[in-house]
């Protein structure tokens, strides 16, 4: 059963969390619980919904928020009915490391190299808080550990502090975070002022999507209105790596500066590759009136931005390209983690660094799968098959195209520069679902 809301999204009913813009700088954590007990784990959920902000509710000026997410095992261990349970999709309920192959996930990446508990049966319950700093943060880590007082059958079993800088930077040094979807119906502004507004029903249970129609609500309806699916990875990123294999090919500096900007399709700053070919600008960069409004249209050939580029793959955008980009439109939130290596070191330094990352959709499938399978390891879209996103793709001696005039670049013989150490698909349900299922008593 679908349900059909028209426009009006009951934003009051949404996690903030769901589709809110993160505060720029801001600190985090992510901390997964395990529920031995369903009756102590539902007294959790009736702890937390009070205190869970909606896109309706949500603060601004003080951007603290947290949030809430359940993985198919987790909805089990609450006891949520079968027949329930049966009306989520196929890709949820086998889970992310049951999927591995599939999206790409082999080799180190596979789920045997994960780091537990990640990936395993146990992970049921994701608590996702953030602020602008540290201090304001441990006012959400105290309602957390308030929300878990004298529950001994929910139990903590992982936890990952994450932060962005003032400098939005991610482990490799650019900039990240600019380009986000708008959404009809939330007043939440997109990045892009030559992108129309995607449907509700993209990101959110219950409402239209591009295909105009309605994807399937989990059952009952209380339980999948206003929820989403949220895809959880955490992303080592080895940094020396990708600068060694810059530094080996290229004739200088400033070439090796322009070859790490075609590999990501923009520049440390931020600014596009698109508006700014041959140089950074970090006044462009800097300016979110400016740095994301561009298209690909303009550049068939890649001239400016190659076709490849791990930006240009992620969001093609009006490119010409096998697919309906705004089916696979997705929001993307990267976090890094861990602290930054020094500025021109290239021998890795063994600190676990990377970024949490964390797509949220209400198509699991088409949105994060297709991606991943695709536009990240698949280069056929883009007509050259063999080749793999460059930064994030399955890379195993893979190769990279820098198209020039009037001779090309060639690039061969990438490593995997970033490897998934764990991850989990979990849905976020509205806060009128948490309720009822806070209020079973099977």
């Known amino acids: 059963m679908s349900i059909d809301q028209g ?23 992510y901390l997964a619980l395990r529920i031995d007990d369903r009756r102590q784990g539902r007294e959790l959920l009736r702890r937390l919904t009070p205190v869970l902000d909606s896109v309706a509710s949500f603060d601004p000026e003080r951007q603290v928020s947290l949030a809430v997410a359940l993985s198919f095992q987790g909805l089990k261990a609450l006891g949520v009915p079968e027949e329930s349970l049966a009306t989520f999709p196929e890709e949820f309920r ?13 080799g180190e990446s596979a789920p045997e190299n994960w780091e537990g508990p990640l990936g395993s049966n146990d992970v049921h319950l994701i608590l996702a808080g953030l602020a602008p700093d540290a201090a304001r943060l441990e006012t959400v880590l105290l309602l957390a550990r308030d929300a878990l007082r004298d529950l001994p059958g929910v139990v903590a079993i992982w936890q990952q502090e994450v932060h962005v800088g003032p400098d939005e930077k991610e482990p490799f040094g650019f900039r990240d975070g600019i380009g986000q979807p708008a959404i009809e119906g939330t007043g939440i502004p997109g990045t892009n002022p030559y992108e129309e507004p995607l449907r509700a029903g993209e ?55 322009l070859l790490a900007a075609k590999f990501v399709g923009r520049w440390p700053s931020g600014a596009p590759l698109t508006l700014t070919p041959d140089k950074d600008d970090p006044e462009l960069g800097a300016d979110p009136e400016r740095n994301n409004a561009f298209m690909y249209g303009d550049d068939p050939e890649g001239l400016k931005c190659p076709v490849g580029a791990h930006a240009r793959r992620m969001n093609p955008r009006d490119a010409v390209v096998t697919g309906e980009v705004r ?7 990267g976090t890094t983690y861990g602290p930054p290596l020094a500025k021109g070191v290239l021998e890795d330094d063994g600190t676990d660094r990377g970024i949490m990352f964390a797509f949220v959709g209400a198509h699991l499938d088409r949105q994060f799968e297709f991606v991943q399978r695709q536009w990240v390891n698949d280069g056929k879209f883009i007509g050259a ?53 806070a209020d079973l008593d099977t």
Not at 22 to 27: G, S
Not at 219 to 240: D, E
Not at 399 to 426: A, D, H, M, S
Request: hydrophobic share 40%; glycine share 10%; charged share 25%.
């Open 203 to 257: 990101f959110v249970l219950g409402y239209k999507d591009e295909t105009h129609g309605i994807a399937p609500v989990p059952q009952p309806a209380v339980l999948g209105r206003n929820g989403t699916y949220v895809a959880f990875r955490k992303l080592h990123t080895r940094v020396a790596d990708f600068r060694q294999y810059l530094r080996d090919r290229a004739k200088d500096p400033a070439d090796e500066e």
């Open 94 to 106: 086998e889970g992310m490391a049951a999927r591995a192959e599939y999206i790409g996930d082999v």
């Open 385 to 437: 098959p063999a080749e793999k996103d460059p930064l994030v793709g399955v890379n195993d001696d893979g190769g990279f195209t820098v198209p020039r005039q009037p001779i090309r670049r060639r690039f061969k013989g990438l490593p995997p520069f970033v490897v998934n150490r764990g991850g989990e698909y979990c849905f976020m349900p509205g806060l009128s679902a948490l309720r009822w299922i």
């Open 7 to 29: 426009s009006a999204l009951e934003l009051g009913d949404i996690q903030a969390a769901a589709l809110q813009p993160r505060p720029t700088p801001y600190a985090g954590f």
């Open 327 to 333: 089916l696979h439109r997705m929001i993307r939130r």
